[in-house]
Structures are given as structure tokens and as C-alpha cells.
């Protein structure tokens, strides 16, 4: 890159690109210490976030945070030394992993393979319902974050990182750049302006023309963004999205000012605080300009059926804070489709009377590839279509989870029995876990505490994401009391496979059937622990479907379940 090119793109945030990569003899020395040092093993989540630190992807961050730069963070989305920075970045550990002596702790994957050595230089407690509050504006269990903090470890680790292996990829690998390499691309091109867009879903005709609308209005090179690190759980997979993505990249946009790069980003949905983080990335990456959505990294709804955030408060955010990122943002309002005269305009330029049309996603879904329609030419371009197509069956073909919920005794066991004939006779094979078969081999050993609870349900929503996910049916019938473990178990099988049924027996209902003589000995104080005597039970918010056993039959209930189940898609109507 030649001066003339650098003096072309904004400077990355903070004023220099961080690199924690090293190479050389340095390497070999650290390697060779590696194996002697303690180690930790990182989730994805933690594997992404070290990539981009590596990389200089959350410049000028170059470690996870301290103490004092996550203390701020939380409370005023900023570093200790008042540079602005929304999220916090963490790496937590056990407290019984902690080294007692060393000083260095080795990063590993998880298969095992180095990627970097840390100097513990801190160690600080963190809570995560504060984190929650404060980051995501809820402590809901519906925001996948919320959820997914409770599994996090107890303490958190800071201090000088050395990387020594970047994690290895063998998909789209000729589009997976570093900051410093996609900064190279667009100084080639000439362009002062560049406008990022973020994005972890298919692109349609819409996405197309706000792009294309955005990078005319700054007058400059467009830098298509996605994240193919961790989404939204039930997101469609980055490797049939990465297929759209470069299908129109080659086809429908200019070649000269467009640069398509993937972003191992692990997302927060974290709405608001989410959008400027977004900015400040793509500002590392040479973007000037950032194109932010409607809902912009929102989680979808809460526990009562309500937006986590408001339509627009991530724009409305990001106008606040553009000055200081250096990125400023571009906004569009919603586009819409003009039938008669075949292009899209924002809402507020529709002439009077003109016919529009629009698909939601969620139509998309339940009308077209549910149903195994093909999108309109309108809507997308035919290669995103027939993409779309390969990888979504019709939904009487896609994997199912029925999860059955309720007290010991409330009829989970009798009403799922009567369930796995109709769906045979339905054309659909169903796998039962039922709770107490489940404790009989998957999770021998594990006794009634909360801990061992949570992990036998765990356990059972792993297993039953393994089935879903290669297209079958499994129907889990467990008490599973909590409602954070159960959502966590939504989010691992994902939403738009999970049915979550209530059986809603009164607790004396259950007890005066009591087959097994559990309650009775819960009473006398003879078993401790037990869900509805001594162990609270905690009701679904917002179930898919509430069953009453009293003056309901277990094969009438069981009749609800497969009208539900036709009318969402799941079974063909006769």
C-alpha cells in the first residue's frame, strides 16, 4: 500500500491497528513453553473475540479487559482511560483452574490446539444478572446472551496475550481477511468514503438496493460485512448465507468499489450498545461510513412477547456517538416494493395510492420455504432463491423438538405416548427422552441439586439439537423446573424448532395421583429438593402450548399437539 493509498482511509480507532500476532524464534521460544504452562480451554465465544483482538479488530483493546476498562465499560461504555468502547470483552475461569504459581496460562481451542499464551496479570469477580442489566438493558432469559452468561465461569483473567496461531478455517478462506488486509483492498480502490454493511442473515433485492443507495450517497466503496462468527441461535447457517452473499457480489454488484470480507465476530444482540460497537469495528476495517438498521442487533422478543429494544434506538445512539467514533452512521427508513413501477422506496416517498408489497422473514419462512415455494423475483434474486431452496426442506421435513414441561405427574409421560402414534401415523418418526429413562443412562450419576438438574436438562436439549438438526422428530418429556435451562435448551435446538408445551397440572391434582409415592415422601422430608414441596417450579412466560390434564384426556391433548403442529408446517394436512 503506497502512502498516497494510506493517507486515503480513516485510521483505525485509537490511532493504531493492534497485532498480537508473533512470528519468528519468539514463536518457536513460546510454543516450546506452551506445553508446560497450565491451560484453559476457550469456548467459540472466547476464540472470536481473540481472533479479532489478534487482528486488530477492537482496536485499540489489546487484551480482555481489566478490572478497571470492564468496571467502566459496563457503566459508561468506556475504557479506564475514557476511550469509547460499549462491549464489555471478557475471558472468565474457573475458579478451581486458576493457577496457583504460574504466571502464564496457555489458550487452547477446543480440540486442544495452541492459540495463544496469557499473562495473568489480574483476577477480578464479575455478576452477570449486573452485566446483563447494564449491556443488554434486561436480565430475560429469552435474550441469548442473558441465558448464556449463567454457563460462563467465575472469575475473570486479564494481561499481555501473545498469539501464536490464528485460528484455522477451511471454508471461503480467499474472503477471510484482516483488518490490515481488507484496509489494503479499499485503499487500491481509490476511495476516500467507504460504507460498511452488517449483516448475519440472506441478502435479498432489498438489501441490495439499500446497499447500493448507501454507497451512492457517500460517494464511495462499499465493504459487505457479514458476521460468521456466533448470531442469533437459529440463524441461517453462515455457510448458506456465505453462498448468497458471493452469488450476488459476482452478479449484481460493481466489482471495482465492492469488497466482499468475511467477520468472525461472536454477536451479542445487544441492540443499541451493539450498533456502535459494529461502527468502531468496521472503522478498524477502513469503513467512514456504517450503515445501521431498523432493530439493529436485536434479539428478537421477550419473555411476554415484547421487543427487546425499540425500532430504532440503535440510530438513534449511533447519530449521538458518530462524532467521537470517527464512523458516521447512514440511515435509511423502511423500503418498500412499488408494484406497477418495479423498484423500492422508502416508505415516506410512496406516492398516494401506489401498490406495494413486502415479504416479512417470518413469511419467508412459514409461507415460501416452509412450504417449499420459490421466493418471487421481485423479493430476491433468483441464485439467492434457489439457495435458499437447497438448504431449507419443506418444514414436514425439518427437524422438530416437542418439549414437555410441567410437575412430577402432571401427564407428560401419558400425553407424549398417545403423541408418537399420531405423528407415525403422520409419516413422522419420534425419539422420547423421557426424564426419568433419560436418568437411567444419559445422566446416571447426577443426583436433584440445581447444578445436577440444570446439566441433566442440558444434556437431554444437546441431544435433542443433535436430532433436530439432521431433520428428526424428538419428543422430551422432563419436569425441567427452570426456566433459564429451558430457554438455553431452545436456544441450542433454536426457535423455529422448539415447541414448548406446559402441561398445567395443579400441584394437589398431582399429588393425589403421586403413582410413584415421590410426593408422599417429599412431605415426610424424606426425599430434599423435590420440585413443587421444597424446589420451586418456575411456569413458561410464553409456551407455544398450554394443556389442562383435569378435565382434558391425555389423547385429546395429544390431538391439540398435531393440530398445532399442521397448522405451523410440521405435518401435511390430510
Not at 29 to 54: G, H, K, W
Not at 308 to 334: I, S
Request: include cysteine; charged fraction near 25%.
Amino acid at each position: 500500500m503506497t502512502q498516497e493509498q494510506q493517507d486515503l482511509l480513516i485510521p483505525p480507532y485509537g490511532g493504531k491497528l493492534v497485532d498480537l500476532v508473533v512470528s519468528g524464534a519468539e514463536r518457536e521460544a513460546l510454543m516450546a513453553e506452551a506445553n508446560r504452562f497450565p491451560s484453559l480451554q476457550m469456548t467459540d465465544r472466547n476464540l472470536c473475540d481473540l481472533e479479532l483482538l489478534a487482528v486488530g479488530g477492537f482496536s485499540p483493546l489489546d487484551r480482555f479487559m481489566s478490572k478497571a476498562d470492564y468496571q467502566r465499560v459496563l457503566t459508561e461504555m468506556r475504557l479506564a482511560d475514557g476511550t469509547l468502547f460499549p462491549i464489555p470483552i471478557t475471558l472468565t475461569i474457573s475458579k478451581e483452574d486458576l493457577p496457583t504459581r504460574e504466571e502464564w496460562i496457555t489458550l487452547r481451542d477446543a480440540r486442544n490446539y495452541i492459540i495463544a499464551v496469557m499473562r495473568i496479570e489480574e483476577v477480578f469477580r464479575w455478576d452477570p444478572t449486573r452485566e446483563a442489566r447494564l449491556v443488554c438493558g434486561t436480565t430475560d432469559h429469552r435474550h441469548p446472551l442473558v441465558s448464556e452468561m449463567q454457563q460462563w465461569r467465575d472469575l475473570c483473567i486479564s494481561g499481555e496475550l501473545k498469539v501464536l496461531n490464528l485460528p484455522v478455517y477451511y471454508d471461503f478462506v480467499e474472503i477471510r481477511r484482516t483488518p490490515a488486509q481488507v484496509r489494503a483492498l479499499l485503499a487500491e480502490m481509490g476511495n476516500r468514503n467507504v460504507v460498511a454493511f452488517q449483516t448475519r442473515n440472506p441478502l435479498h433485492r432489498i438489501h441490495e438496493e439499500l446497499t447500493k443507495r448507501a454507497a451512492a450517497q457517500v460517494g464511495g466503496s462499499l465493504l459487505i460485512h457479514p458476521v460468521v462468527g456466533l448470531t442469533k441461535p437459529g440463524d441461517v447457517d453462515h455457510y448458506t448465507r456465505v453462498r448468497v452473499y458471493k452469488a450476488l457480489v459476482e452478479n449484481y454488484y460493481d466489482k471495482h468499489t465492492t469488497v466482499l470480507s468475511l467477520l468472525p465476530l461472536a454477536m451479542r444482540m445487544a441492540g443499541p450498545r451493539e450498533a456502535l460497537w459494529h461502527a468502531l469495528i468496521r472503522r478498524n476495517y477502513g469503513a467512514t461510513h456504517f450503515v445501521v438498521g431498523r432493530d439493529h442487533a436485536g434479539p428478537g422478543n421477550d419473555s411476554a412477547g415484547k421487543p427487546f429494544y425499540g425500532p430504532y434506538e440503535a440510530q438513534e445512539m449511533m447519530a449521538q456517538y458518530e462524532d467521537e467514533l470517527g464512523v458516521k452512521g447512514v440511515q435509511f427508513q423502511e423500503l418498500v416494493y412499488l408494484v406497477d413501477e418495479d423498484r423500492y422506496e422508502e416508505v415516506s416517498k410512496v406516492p398516494p395510492n401506489a401498490k406495494t408489497a413486502n415479504i416479512s422473514g417470518t413469511q419467508v419462512r412459514d409461507e415460501y420455504l416452509a412450504k417449499g415455494k420459490l421466493l418471487p423475483a421481485w423479493f430476491t434474486r433468483p441464485e439467492t432463491a434457489q439457495i435458499l431452496m437447497e438448504t431449507n426442506p419443506p418444514r414436514h421435513k425439518q427437524g422438530l423438538c416437542i418439549w414437555f414441561t410441567g410437575l412430577s405427574g402432571a401427564g407428560k409421560s401419558t400425553i407424549s405416548e398417545a403423541l408418537v402414534p399420531m405423528l407415525l401415523e403422520r409419516g413422522r418418526q419420534a425419539t422420547v427422552l423421557d426424564g426419568d429413562v433419560v436418568r437411567t443412562h444419559l445422566s446416571k450419576g447426577l443426583g436433584f441439586s440445581k447444578e445436577d438438574r440444570d446439566t441433566n436438562i442440558l444434556r437431554i436439549g444437546f441431544v435433542a439439537s443433535e436430532i433436530t438438526r439432521h431433520n428428526g422428530t424428538v419428543i422430551c418429556a422432563a419436569i425441567s423446573p427452570y426456566r433459564a435451562t429451558r430457554n438455553e435448551a431452545r436456544k441450542m435446538v433454536g426457535e423455529d424448532h422448539f415447541v414448548e408445551v406446559y402441561v398445567n397440572t395443579p400441584l394437589e391434582v398431582c399429588e393425589s395421583r403421586d403413582v410413584k409415592g415421590m410426593y408422599a415422601r417429599a412431605r415426610r422430608g424424606e426425599i430434599k429438593g423435590f420440585t413443587g414441596i421444597d424446589d420451586p417450579y418456575e411456569e413458561p412466560l410464553n409456551p407455544e402450548l398450554v394443556l389442562d390434564t383435569v378435565e382434558t384426556t391425555p389423547e385429546a391433548n395429544a390431538r391439540k399437539i398435531v393440530a398445532y403442529l399442521e397448522a405451523r408446517g410440521f405435518l401435511n394436512s390430510r
